[in-house]
C-alpha cells in the first residue's frame, strides 16, 4: 500500500503533510506514542526543507508518500532544493545542562529529533535533482 501527495513549501501546508502521514500510519495499526513520533518526524523534515533547503517559503513543493510493507512504514520525503548533505550540521550539545544554556546553538535539533523519533533514517539526492529523506518505522507487537 503506498499513497502520495505534493504540497507547496508553506509552513500552514505541513499539518496536511502530518494528517496525510498519521492516517496511514493509523491504518497500520501502530500505537498512539509511536503515531506521535511518526508526526513529529515528519514535521521536522518539512520545517528543515523550507526553512533550510529552500530558505524561504513558496520557492518549491515537498513531495510525500508512504509505503507500509510486513512491519515498515516508509515515509519518503523529496524536494527540488539544492543537494544538502546530513554530515555538514554539526551534532547538537543534547547533555548540555541548566549552566550551558549561554552556549546552546540554535539549529541541528531536527535531524537529531528524526534519528532519535524513528527506527532508520536517510538522506540522499534525489537522482532528478534535490534532495530525498528516507525515515522508517517498524510496527513491533
Known amino acids: 500500500m503506498t499513497q502520495e501527495i505534493s504540497i507547496p513549501g508553506r509552513y500552514d501546508r505541513i499539518i ?5 502521514v498519521v492516517g496511514g500510519a493509523e491504518q497500520a495499526g501502530f500505537s498512539n506514542d509511536d503515531l506521535f513520533k511518526i508526526e513529529l518526524a515528519c514535521d521536522e523534515a518539512c520545517t528543515n526543507i523550507i526553512e533550510h533547503a529552500y530558505g524561504a517559503e513558496d520557492m518549491g513543493q515537498i513531495r510525500v508518500s508512504w509505503q507500509f510493507a510486513g512491519i515498515a512504514f516508509t515515509i519518503t520525503i523529496t524536494d527540488e532544493a539544492q ?3 546530513p554530515q555538514d550540521v554539526p551534532q547538537p550539545n543534547v547533555h548540555a545542562g541548566p ?3 549561554d552556549d546552546l546553538k540554535i539549529g541541528g535539533l ?3 529529533f528524526m534519528r532519535k523519533l524513528m527506527d532508520d533514517v536517510h538522506f540522499t539526492v534525489d537522482r532528478n ?3 530525498r529523506l528516507v525515515m522508517t518505522k517498524y510496527l513491533v507487537s
Open 129 to 131: 535533482g534535490g534532495n
Open 16 to 20: 496536511e503533510v502530518c494528517k496525510f
Open 110 to 112: 531536527g535531524i537529531h
Open 83 to 85: 543537494p544538502f548533505n
Open 99 to 101: 549552566d550551558d544554556i
